[in-house]
C-alpha cells in the first residue's frame, strides 16, 4: 500500500484516521432523494458531505438524484467521490415536470402577476411552480424509486448539524411511522387561496380516507372551517413513499391536479404534502425527529429535548433555534400531541 512504502522509507505521508466502520444491524428498504440543478452543485456537495459524515458513512444507503435535464458529467463526479454508497442519476419525465397543456396559461400568468403584486416569493415564477407539483404528485413514481419504500429528502445547501446514533428509517418502519419532520411553519396564505376549500371538498366525498385521530387540530383552529397554515417543512421529508402511492393520496391528488392550483396558485408540496398526512394518517404515525439538528436557510431545527444536542456533538446554537420562534408550529405540535409545548425528556445520560 501506498501507506506502507511511505513507513518504509521512513515517514507517514498522511494521518490514518480510524475507520469506525459499518453500524451493525439491518437496513431498510430506503434511499436519499435529491432534486437538484446542475448549477446547484457546490450546495449539493455540502449537502451530501454533512449527511456522509453524521449519518450515512456508516450507513450506506444509496442516492437517488433526479433533475429536469441531464446531470453534467462534472456534477456526477463531484458527487459520486463523497460517498461509498450507491448513487444514480435520474431524468425526470416531461410529463412528471412541465405545466399540462390543460391549464389555460392566459389565467396562470394572471394570477402569476398577482402573486408577485403581493411580494410573495417564487410569485413569477413557472419552474418553481413545476417543482411543487413534481414534489406533490411524482418523485415517488420515478422509475429509479421504484423499488424503494422510504425516502429522506435531501436539498442543495442545507445542514445536517449533529451526530445519528440510530437509523431514522429503521426507527420509522419498527415504530409504525410515515411521515418524519424537523421543522413545521406558517404558510403564505397568497399561494394556497383555494387550496383548503379543496381539501374540504375531497374529504366530504371521501371520508373513508379520513382516520378519527388524524392531525385535524394541529391543521386547523376551528375544527376544520379553516386551515391555519401549519405545515412540515418539506425540505426535509423521511417517509414512506407507499403513503404517497396509495389510495388516499392518490386520489387526493388526482383531486388537487385537476383543479389547476398548483399552476394558476402556486401550491407547495410542503402544505399538500402535511395536510395529506394530518388528514389522512392516525396522528402517531407522524413523528417529530428531535435529535436531528437541521438547518435550511433561513431556519435551524436544533435538538433541544433530553441530551440529544450533546449525545450528537451539534455544530448548531440551541439557542439559536426556530423551533419556539414566531412563525414556527411546533409549539402547536407538542401541544397537540404532548399536552405541552416541552417534548418529554429522555432518560439517558449525557
Ligand atoms: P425553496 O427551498 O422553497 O426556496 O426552493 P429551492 O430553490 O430550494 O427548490 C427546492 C428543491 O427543488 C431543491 O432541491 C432545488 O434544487 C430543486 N429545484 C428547484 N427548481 C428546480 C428546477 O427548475 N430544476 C431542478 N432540477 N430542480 C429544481
Ligand atoms: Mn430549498
Redesign the pocket.
Known amino acids: 500500500t501506498p501507506q506502507a512504502a511511505a513507513e518504509s522509507q521512513g515517514f507517514t505521508p498522511y494521518l490514518q484516521l480510524p475507520n469506525y466502520g459499518l453500524a451493525p444491524g439491518r437496513r431498510a428498504n430506503a434511499t436519499f432523494v ?4 446542475n448549477s ?1 452543485l457546490a450546495g449539493t456537495v455540502q449537502s451530501i458531505r454533512d449527511m456522509e459524515d453524521r449519518f450515512n458513512r456508516h450507513y450506506q444507503y444509496p442516492y437517488v438524484f ?4 441531464p446531470f453534467d458529467d462534472k456534477f456526477k463526479e463531484h458527487i459520486s467521490m463523497l460517498t461509498d454508497a450507491k448513487v444514480e442519476f435520474g431524468v425526470i419525465p416531461k410529463e412528471h415536470w412541465q405545466q399540462p397543456d390543460w391549464v389555460d396559461e392566459p389565467t396562470a400568468e394572471a394570477w402569476r402577476d398577482w402573486l408577485v403584486g403581493e411580494g410573495i416569493i ?1 410569485g413569477e415564477s413557472v ?2 411552480r ?2 411543487c407539483r413534481f414534489n406533490s404528485g411524482f418523485f415517488f413514481h420515478h422509475p429509479l424509486l421504484q423499488k424503494y419504500r422510504w425516502y429522506w429528502r435531501i ?2 445547501d442545507v445542514r445536517f448539524h449533529c451526530d445519528l446514533h440510530e437509523d431514522p428509517f429503521v426507527f420509522m418502519e419498527d415504530n409504525n411511522k410515515t411521515y418524519g419532520f424537523t421543522i413545521s411553519l406558517i404558510e403564505f396564505p397568497e399561494t394556497i387561496r383555494t387550496l383548503w376549500d379543496t381539501v374540504r371538498e375531497f374529504t366530504a366525498l371521501y371520508p373513508e380516507y379520513v382516520p378519527y385521530d388524524n392531525s385535524l387540530d394541529f391543521v386547523s383552529d376551528d375544527g376544520g372551517e379553516t386551515f391555519n397554515m401549519c405545515h412540515f417543512w418539506s ?1 426535509f421529508e423521511i417517509a414512506d413513499m407507499d403513503f404517497w402511492r396509495g389510495p388516499a393520496y392518490t386520489a387526493f391528488f388526482q383531486y388537487l391536479e385537476v383543479k389547476g392550483g398548483f399552476y394558476y396558485e402556486r401550491w407547495g408540496d410542503a402544505p399538500v404534502h402535511s395536510i395529506a398526512a394530518a388528514l389522512f394518517l392516525p396522528k402517531d404515525q407522524i413523528h417529530f425527529f428531535d435529535e436531528i439538528g437541521y438547518e ?1 436557510p433561513p431556519f435551524t431545527h436544533c435538538p433541544k429535548s433530553g441530551n440529544n444536542w450533546k449525545k450528537g456533538r451539534c455544530t448548531c446554537d440551541p439557542e439559536n433555534n426556530f423551533d419556539f420562534n414566531e412563525g414556527s408550529c411546533l409549539d402547536r405540535w407538542s401541544m397537540f400531541m404532548n399536552g405541552s409545548i416541552y417534548a418529554p425528556p429522555t432518560l439517558e445520560p449525557a
Open positions: 435529491i432534486l437538484a440543478r446547484d433526479l433533475n429536469d435535464e417564487y419552474a418553481y413545476n417543482m436539498e442543495p425540505n435550511h
